[in-house]
């Protein structure tokens, strides 16, 4: 960003994004962008018109001081000369409270108008919603009108009524204002004809309804006045020869009654408005901004569109700046004595509403993803927002009716501001610091997965949260994924070791060396450490015995949330491969990152309002925002119930294109070397709606017709999964749409010879808590059905077709996904070893005492939980049945781990 764009970001960002919400309210209310642009037009000069009253309130307390001080400086003019004529005049000047600088009053409404008419100009000369859109005898909203054709020519002819009006509404405003005043309004007008005149018709037509608006204002402000002016009496002869004194001005000095302590008197005290809006500008713009990125950087971060997750906060910063501190202060200076205190006792009062919303309420609202949309939307209970509601109320009546405390808060204000302002710094430093790990050349190469038609071949599918619950159900309605599934065994009793990625991977990665618990037991390693060691178990194991070896994605190496191959530069010999992202929609991309540029504030400003206002700015995730309606839906997704959505979840969408493009990426010779092939998506973990019955992606989805028709696919054989709501529904989705299309891969592999000759296991480090199930892990604890685990969240997907395998079977096994290495090196490597500790690979653990798994919902994050040992406070002992509540032993403290019988 250049120093420009921040200063344009401070000034006219704010008042853009003020635009773009009152729009985007009124077109989501009447679906027409003409009638819109008539609400916006009535909304903004509602909003201002306090303002611009002040302004021309001013402008005229500066002209009349000027007129009467005319017949003083006039005669001081006459009378001296050179430095005493100098002198004279400051004396003058001082005598009577003014200086020459007050002149700039006169000029206030022109100036509060330039900045407004660039924000609408940036605003509506490019708006998508309006473009090639026909409003009354306007053919297109999004082009010049043209209205008129004279002699051949097209005439413009919005513009011209514009300025004719604008002519009239100055012509009845400026009666009895100096002739400079008046040229100065007329060649605005002219230079607004001449500017405007091909511009958009949308935006010609806002700008001469402001006019319009003007012309009414004046009109009844004249009517006004004359009804209410007295003649001035006029200045005696005398008196202006003599250059008497004149009456101090005494602008900014009147006093206000309170309306709390009538009769008593008080004046403006600027340092807390000013104390107050930087608190909240500190707040808004960088804590909140700089807390969530910090939390985890490399989730904001494209590395084939790459764009610094750190000016996401100066974006911020800037625009919460502009808002509070330049913009507030605005309305502030122009605002009356009265009006001034209200606005303190506002700004104060919304410090601690905002604090106490920020602080209590919304921390578990859920995962945010990268386009700061909650995993389960904005989902507070009805118990929240009463609470919410009536600790606001209590604010405001408290501080309001105590205007002592505002005396007292506004060296507080500044100490937590700066507090702030410390720790954001940190927040930063922490972000900077995390991209110093990011490795963009990761990108560079398109991806190659070799496979052998002549030799054996071993393909590991791991497949991020993809659900072991739901698989059944997939089948029932889908019957011919059983024969293109053909060979693979579906395993319907597996536990995973927790219900993140970081407690799930390492034992899928590496065996039972690698469960949370063993890992633990290696307190003087590095999680990390212990984590990148997994990620190359079966790798350097496979091509220490020969294999060709590809991975593609490893999750979390370097506990980095972006692809970091770095983990195998030691071996050379593998080749390494960042997949998701490759196939990308560019324009998507460079959409996510604009859309955060403004979000970040719009995300900060609801958290830090009262709950029932945050609906209304979150706007389902989309912030309001009225951009192309095109790339906003190949960027974001916004559902309407469990049927519907409007978009597309770019996330999803980057994963979901590798899988679409495993065909592409695939390279089958018929050399003599087996291979292993290690590939990670995530597809699972980031579920979108999708058209049913295909399950593929649309911008538009609109199931209930099916869903209604096919309810009965959710119960199988009396046994039913509970899908009720939008985020069951778009799991169930996205993971019949993964298993489709890897589907459509194992055909590829059939018809071009390599299936016989390939192990293959589908297999996913969790499941996901969607409480689809009757059967819980431990209700006794629990207060509500959300607040305990849920066995789903335990069960990974895990499927095997060993070589040569035929037929589709279920077994109901115990297994665990660390059993994943054993049956990949099973009948190909020998009493395989750990090349890292020298011990054997085997799963005898299993069968050797309860398996621990972690069940906290906490401790996912990488950057937090990055020690030596998992920090987990909530722990279950499985034995052998998943589906039996009485296998499961709830564990409340860490401690009691080692009263149970462990390795």
Same mark, same amino acid.
């Given at each position: 960003?250049?120093?420009?764009?921040?200063?344009?970001?401070?000034?006219?960002?704010?008042?853009k994004?003020?635009?773009?919400?009152?729009?985007h309210?009124?077109?989501e209310?009447?679906?027409n962008?003409?009638?819109?642009?008539i609400?916006?037009?009535?909304?903004?000069?509602?909003l201002?018109?306090?303002?611009?009253?002040?302004?021309?309130k001013?402008q005229?307390?500066?002209?009349?001081?000027?007129?009467?001080?005319?017949?003083?400086?006039?005669h001081?003019?006459?009378?001296?000369?050179?430095?005493?004529?100098m002198?004279?005049?400051?004396?003058?000047?001082?005598?009577?409270?003014?200086?020459?600088?007050n002149?700039?009053r006169?000029?206030?409404?022109?100036?509060?108008?330039?900045?407004?008419?660039?924000?609408?100009?940036?605003f509506?000369?490019h708006?998508?919603l309006?473009?090639?859109?026909?409003?009354g005898?306007?053919?297109?909203?999004?082009?010049?009108?043209?209205?008129?054709?004279?002699?051949?020519m097209?005439?413009?002819?919005?513009p011209?009524?514009?300025?004719?009006?604008?002519?009239?509404?100055?012509?009845?405003y400026l009666?009895?204002?100096?002739?400079?005043?008046?040229?100065?309004?007329?060649?605005?007008?002219?230079f607004f004809?001449?500017?405007?005149?091909n511009?958009?018709?949308?935006?010609?037509?806002?700008?001469?309804?402001?006019?319009?608006?003007?012309?009414?204002?004046?009109?009844?402000?004249?009517?006004?006045?004359?009804?209410s002016?007295?003649?001035?009496?006029?200045?005696?002869e005398?008196?202006?020869?003599?250059?008497?004194?004149?009456s101090?001005?005494?602008?900014?000095?009147?006093?206000?009654?309170s309306?709390s302590?009538a009769?008593?008197?008080?004046?403006?005290?600027?340092?807390?408005?000013?104390?107050? +809006? !930087?608190?909240? /500008? =500190?707040l808004? @713009?960088?804590? %909140?901004?700089? &807390?969530?990125?910090a939390?985890?950087p490399?989730?904001?971060?494209?590395?084939?569109h790459?764009?610094?997750?750190?000016?996401?906060?100066?974006?911020?910063?800037?625009?919460?700046?502009?808002?509070?501190?330049?913009?507030?202060?605005?309305?502030?200076?122009?605002?009356s004595?009265?009006?001034?205190?209200?606005?303190?006792?506002?700004?104060?009062?919304?410090?601690?509403?905002?604090a106490?919303d920020?602080?209590?309420?919304?921390?578990?609202?859920?995962?945010?993803?990268?386009?700061?949309?909650?995993d389960?939307?904005l989902?507070?209970?009805?118990?929240?927002?009463?609470?919410?509601?009536?600790?606001?109320?209590?604010?405001v009546?408290?501080?309001?009716?105590?205007?002592?405390?505002?005396?007292?808060?506004s060296?507080?204000?500044?100490?937590? +501001? !700066?507090?702030l /302002? =410390?720790?954001? @710094?940190?927040? %930063?430093?922490? &972000?900077?610091?995390?991209?110093d790990?990011?490795r963009?050349?990761?990108?560079?190469?398109?991806?190659?997965?070799?496979?052998?038609?002549?030799?054996?071949?071993?393909?590991?599918?791991?497949?991020?949260r993809?659900?072991?619950?739901?698989?059944p159900?997939?089948?029932?309605?889908?019957?011919?994924l059983k024969?293109?599934?053909?060979?693979?065994?579906?395993?319907?009793?597996v536990i995973?070791?927790?219900?993140?990625?970081?407690f799930g991977a390492?034992?899928?990665?590496?065996?039972?060396?690698?469960t949370?618990?063993?890992?633990?037991?290696?307190?003087?390693?590095?999680?990390?450490?212990?984590?990148?060691?997994?990620?190359?178990?079966?790798p350097?194991?496979?091509?220490?015995n020969g294999?060709?070896v590809?991975?593609?994605?490893p999750?979390? +190496?370097?506990?980095n949330?972006?692809?970091?191959?770095?983990?195998?530069?030691?071996?050379?010999?593998?080749?390494?491969?960042?997949?998701?992202?490759?196939?990308?929609?560019?324009q998507?991309?460079?959409?996510?990152?604009?859309?955060?540029?403004?979000?970040?504030?719009?995300?900060?400003?609801?958290?830090?309002l009262?709950v029932?206002l945050?609906?209304i700015?979150?706007?389902?995730?989309n912030?309001h925002r009225?951009?192309?309606?095109?790339?906003?839906?190949?960027?974001t997704q916004?559902?309407?119930?469990?049927s519907?959505a409007?978009?597309?979840?770019?996330?999803?969408?980057?994963?979901?294109?590798?899988?679409?493009?495993?065909?592409?990426?695939?390279?089958?010779?018929?050399?003599?070397?087996?291979?292993?092939?290690?590939?990670y998506?995530?597809?699972?973990?980031?579920?979108m709606?999708?058209?049913?019955?295909?399950y593929v992606?649309?911008?538009?989805?609109d199931?209930?017709?099916?869903?209604?028709?096919?309810?009965?696919?959710?119960?199988?054989?009396?046994?039913?999964i509970?899908?009720?709501?939008?985020k069951?529904?778009?799991?169930?989705q996205?993971?019949?749409?993964?298993?489709?299309?890897?589907?459509?891969?194992?055909?590829y592999?059939?018809r071009?010879?390599?299936?016989?000759?390939?192990?293959?296991?589908?297999?996913?480090?969790?499941?996901?808590?969607?409480?689809?199930?009757d059967?819980?892990?431990?209700?006794?604890?629990?207060?509500s059905?959300?607040?305990y685990?849920?066995?789903?969240?335990?069960?990974?997907?895990?499927?095997?077709k060993?070589?040569?395998?035929?037929?589709?079977?279920?077994?109901?096994t115990?297994?665990?996904?660390?059993?994943?290495?054993?049956?990949?090196?099973e009948?190909?490597?020998e009493?395989p070893?750990?090349?890292?500790?020298?011990?054997?690979i085997?799963?005898?653990?299993k069968?050797?005492?309860?398996?621990?798994?972690?069940?906290?919902?906490?401790?996912?994050d990488?950057?937090?939980?990055?020690?030596?040992?998992?920090?987990?406070?909530?722990?279950?002992?499985?034995?052998?049945?998943?589906?039996?509540?009485?296998d499961?032993e709830?564990?409340?403290?860490?401690?009691v781990?080692?009263?149970h019988?462990?390795?």
């Amino acid at each position: 960003m250049s120093f420009l764009s921040i200063l344009l970001a401070v000034c006219i960002d704010p008042l853009k994004l003020l635009f773009e919400t009152i729009f985007h309210i009124a077109y989501e209310l009447l679906h027409n962008p003409g009638l819109s642009i008539i609400f916006l037009s009535l909304a903004m000069n509602l909003l201002v018109l306090p303002l611009y009253r002040r302004a021309d309130k001013m402008q005229e307390e500066a002209r009349d001081v000027e007129t009467r001080l005319q017949a003083g400086v006039s005669h001081i003019k006459k009378t001296f000369t050179g430095n005493e004529r100098m002198m004279m005049l400051q004396t003058y000047y001082r005598q009577n409270d003014y200086s020459p600088t007050n002149a700039l009053r006169g000029s206030v409404s022109l100036l509060l108008e330039i900045p407004f008419f660039m924000a609408a100009y940036q605003f509506l000369s490019h708006l998508p919603l309006i473009q090639g859109v026909a409003f009354g005898p306007i053919a297109n909203l999004g082009a010049p009108d043209r209205l008129l054709t004279l002699f051949g020519m097209n005439v413009n002819l919005l513009p011209i009524l514009m300025t004719l009006i604008n002519v009239i509404a100055s012509a009845i405003y400026l009666r009895g204002f100096p002739l400079k005043t008046k040229i100065q309004l007329y060649v605005l007008a002219g230079f607004f004809l001449v500017f405007l005149y091909n511009s958009p018709a949308g935006l010609v037509f806002y700008w001469t309804l402001n006019n319009v608006f003007s012309l009414c204002k004046n009109i009844v402000y004249k009517i006004k006045k004359n009804k209410s002016t007295q003649p001035d009496q006029a200045l005696s002869e005398k008196s202006r020869q003599a250059g008497g004194i004149l009456s101090k001005i005494r602008a900014g000095r009147s006093t206000v009654s309170s309306g709390s302590t009538a009769g008593k008197e008080y004046r403006p005290d600027s340092r807390l408005f000013f104390s107050a +809006a !930087a608190f909240l /500008a =500190v707040l808004t @713009g960088l804590l %909140i901004p700089s &807390t969530y990125i910090a939390a985890s950087p490399q989730e904001f971060v494209d590395l084939t569109h790459f764009y610094h997750p750190v000016w996401f906060i100066v974006n911020a910063a800037a625009l919460a700046a502009g808002t509070f501190l330049l913009w507030f202060g605005v309305f502030y200076w122009l605002a009356s004595p009265r009006g001034k205190v209200i606005f303190e006792r506002f700004m104060w009062g919304a410090c601690f509403i905002a604090a106490a919303d920020y602080i209590c309420f919304g921390r578990f609202l859920g995962n945010l993803s990268h386009t700061l949309q909650f995993d389960n939307g904005l989902n507070y209970y009805p118990v929240e927002i009463v609470i919410n509601v009536v600790i606001v109320a209590l604010i405001v009546v408290v501080l309001f009716r105590n205007r002592k405390w505002a005396k007292k808060t506004s060296v507080a204000l500044v100490m937590l +501001a !700066a507090a702030l /302002a =410390v720790l954001s @710094g940190t927040n %930063i430093v922490k &972000t900077v610091r995390s991209m110093d790990t990011i490795r963009q050349d990761a990108y560079g190469t398109m991806p190659k997965l070799s496979l052998s038609r002549t030799e054996q071949n071993v393909v590991v599918l791991f497949l991020d949260r993809a659900l072991g619950e739901d698989f059944p159900y997939l089948l029932g309605e889908r019957p011919d994924l059983k024969e293109t599934y053909d060979g693979f065994i579906y395993y319907s009793n597996v536990i995973s070791y927790g219900g993140h990625t970081n407690f799930g991977a390492p034992a899928l990665l590496g065996g039972y060396e690698y469960t949370p618990v063993e890992l633990n037991k290696r307190s003087d390693e590095l999680l990390v450490d212990k984590h990148n060691e997994s990620l190359k178990v079966m790798p350097v194991l496979f091509m220490e015995n020969g294999f060709d070896v590809t991975v593609c994605d490893p999750p979390y +190496a370097n506990y980095n949330w972006n692809t970091d191959l770095s983990v195998y530069d030691e071996y050379p010999a593998i080749r390494k491969y960042a997949v998701s992202g490759y196939f990308g929609d560019e324009q998507a991309k460079a959409q996510t990152i604009e859309n955060n540029k403004r979000n970040f504030f719009c995300f900060s400003l609801m958290k830090t309002l009262p709950v029932p206002l945050q609906y209304i700015v979150y706007d389902s995730g989309n912030y309001h925002r009225a951009g192309d309606a095109e790339l906003e839906a190949a960027s974001t997704q916004v559902t309407a119930g469990r049927s519907a959505a409007d978009g597309l979840k770019q996330s999803f969408m980057e994963s979901y294109e590798a899988l679409t493009h495993l065909e592409e990426m695939t390279q089958i010779s018929d050399d003599t070397n087996k291979s292993f092939l290690l590939f990670y998506n995530d597809a699972p973990h980031e579920p979108m709606m999708l058209k049913e019955p295909e399950y593929v992606p649309a911008k538009h989805v609109d199931n209930a017709k099916y869903d209604a028709a096919h309810e009965d696919r959710f119960t199988i054989d009396g046994k039913s999964i509970e899908v009720s709501n939008a985020k069951q529904m778009m799991h169930y989705q996205t993971n019949m749409a993964v298993m489709l299309r890897v589907g459509d891969w194992l055909e590829y592999l059939k018809r071009e010879g390599v299936y016989d000759n390939t192990k293959i296991i589908i297999v996913a480090d969790h499941g996901y808590y969607l409480y689809q199930s009757d059967v819980l892990c431990y209700p006794e604890h629990a207060y509500s059905k959300n607040h305990y685990p849920d066995v789903g969240n335990y069960f990974p997907l895990l499927m095997v077709k060993d070589f040569g395998a035929h037929g589709f079977t279920t077994d109901d096994t115990f297994m665990t996904n660390a059993d994943v290495p054993s049956i990949a090196f099973e009948g190909l490597i020998e009493n395989p070893v750990n090349p890292f500790t020298g011990k054997a690979i085997t799963t005898d653990e299993k069968t050797a005492h309860d398996q621990f798994v972690i069940s906290d919902h906490a401790g996912w994050d990488t950057d937090k939980n990055n020690g030596t040992t998992f920090d987990a406070c909530h722990w279950a002992a499985v034995t052998d049945n998943i589906w039996d509540r009485d296998d499961w032993e709830f564990i409340d403290k860490p401690t009691v781990l080692k009263e149970h019988a462990m390795p």
